[in-house]
DNA sequence: CCAGTATCCTGCAGGC
DNA sequence: TGCCTGCAGGATACTG
């Protein structure tokens, strides 16, 4: 589900929600194993008593910082939902962190098909984490369009591989990727060294705009994501060819044809992007 | 180095 | 109504 404007529209809303607050107790930590194995021990251990800061966002990752060393780091994956919520609010089956605040609320996690995670980094290992140690630069840089062009023009890749490379640039997804190609007019099948500099940074600065403006809507909600507000995203009126193959292109009015790169669904224009 | 596929999971839509 | 298939916003580990 989330790709960087959802996670910085939940990111936004825990600003709001959870900085100043301090953790109680942990209410519940599921036994279900999620993408990294949760840490009952651990978190019980470090969360209680301790004041949440302004959270961070790293890519797709959030990380939440508090006001003592270490911080919780945050991946929704495909469903997942980071919420602060009323304690009496409805808890869904697959909730699988609950942790109460101390103005009666509760921070909970859940993730229906547990693709997310959530783990506690001790000082110093945010530096070496896995997760976070191979990403590419921030999409939102306003320098990235100057530099990331001619990286990936030295890339024999398709194009739409590289966006949603984690390594390359740090949290485009298929949808964001899937518009800002149609946006560029470049074929999502197109390699990296087919492409000359100027429309590797007007690709580039596709991606920011449509990030940016999707974070202004509050990102896409299909299905599941809601923020961490449980408000829904507005971004998904705005699609112009994700989720659309077989209607026709809203530039030329060809019809959209969809395929699949580096194992993902993409919906092009054969008209329009060459 | 690269491309393609399978894998982890649940839920839902569509076809029959 | 039910059963089956395919597909879904992600990331990674394989294979060839």
Known sequence: MPELPEVETVR????????????????????????RALQPALLAERLPGREFLEPRRR?????LDTDAPGSLLVHLGMTGRLT???????????????????????LRFSDTR??????????????????????GPEPLDPALAKQLPRLLKSRSVPVKSLLLDQRMLAGVGNIY?????????IRPTRRGDQLSLQRLERLIIAVQEVLQEAIELGGTTIRDFVSADTSA????????????????????????RRSVIAGRSTVWCGRCQR
């Open 12 to 35: 936004r809303a825990l600003a709001l929600h959870l900085s100043g607050r301090r953790a109680d107790s942990l209410v519940m930590v599921s036994r279900l194993k999620l993408r």
């Open 59 to 63: 890519g797709k990752y959030l990380l």
């Open 114 to 135: 547990r693709f997310g995670f959530v783990h506690w980094l001790e000082p110093g290992e945010e530096e070496r984490d896995p997760s976070l140690s191979l990403l």
């Open 84 to 106: 602060v919520t009323a304690r009496t609010a409805a808890r869904d089956r697959h909730t699988h962190l609950v942790a109460a605040l101390d103005n009666g609320c509760q």
């Open 233 to 256: 995203g507005y971004f998904a009126n705005r699609l112009q060819v994700y989720g659309r193959d077989g209607e026709p292109c809203p530039a030329c009015g060809s019809f959209l």
């Open 177 to 185: 990727a899937t518009e800002a190609l149609w946006r560029a007019r």
